[in-house]
């Protein structure tokens, strides 16, 4: 089955970039989109298409893709970006899979 | 503002069932499809099944076929997922969210989730 993998945990200081990725057979042809959790809240489309940002999603996040592995990445980083980032994708005529997630905290 | 409002908390015995839903407002609610997420306590995300409320259309993963029944009325523009008898591993908080095809197929708008607890 698809399966795409993230890094547990990432830690950053503040004003530095993050960089968290997402591996999967198949990520040259699927896009990706990326999710950003706190919480007890819902999740939130950060990035769709790869590397698209959503509506309201500050310049600071962005999205690239490498052979099978697509990153997301923050720039200049603040505490309020502290929170869990599930990356996700399909194959064609497959069902939607999430990576296990990736706990971003901000020393 | 674009929403999906859910209904409200529950606690069940296993057994019982249940049906937990998601309403939308402020968008054509016909015109995207609705997906359903489980997140255990402290786990992850996983995609239980879409459905499309034009036609009831419904999709579901292989891990959750035959688990839950997702079905909606687009009358009162709303979406349900359904249990039969419920498990204590259904224990989880359940999301509803919008399957938007304009942004390759990325759930946009998500509703605030459904904390279902399955204890006797």
């Known amino acids: 089955s698809y399966e795409l993998t993230q890094q547990p945990s990432v830690s950053v200081s503040p004003g530095r970039t993050a960089r968290i990725t997402c591996s999967g057979d198949?990520?040259?042809?699927?896009?990706v989109a990326w999710y950003q959790q706190k919480p007890g809240r819902a999740p939130i489309l950060v990035i769709f298409?790869?590397?698209e940002r959503n509506h309201g999603i500050p310049e600071r996040f962005s999205g690239s893709t490498s052979g099978n592995t697509t990153t997301l990445i923050i720039s200049r980083v603040v505490s309020e970006d502290e929170a869990d980032y599930y990356c996700s994708s399909r194959e064609e005529d497959s069902f939607w899979v999430f990576g296990g997630g990736t706990k971003l905290t901000v020393l | 503002e674009v929403q999906l409002v859910q209904s409200g908390v529950e606690v069940k015995k296993p057994g019982e069932s249940l049906k937990i839903s998601c309403k939308g407002s402020e968008y054509s609610f016909t015109s995207f499809w609705i997906g359903w997420v489980r997140q255990l306590p402290g786990r992850g995300l996983e995609c239980m099944g879409v459905?499309?409320?034009?036609?009831?259309?419904?999709r579901y993963s292989p891990s959750f076929q035959g688990q839950v029944i997702i079905s909606a009325d687009k009358s009162i523009k709303t979406a349900y997922l359904q249990w039969v008898s419920l498990k204590a591993s259904d224990t989880a908080t359940y999301y509803c969210?919008?399957?938007?095809?304009?942004?390759?197929?990325?759930?946009?708008?998500w509703g605030q989730g459904t904390e279902v607890t399955v204890s006797a």
């Open positions: 969210a919008r399957l938007n095809s304009a942004l390759t197929d990325a759930f946009d708008i």
């Open positions: 198949g990520l040259e042809e699927n896009f």
């Open positions: 459905i499309n409320p034009s036609d009831s259309d419904t």
């Open positions: 298409e790869d590397n």
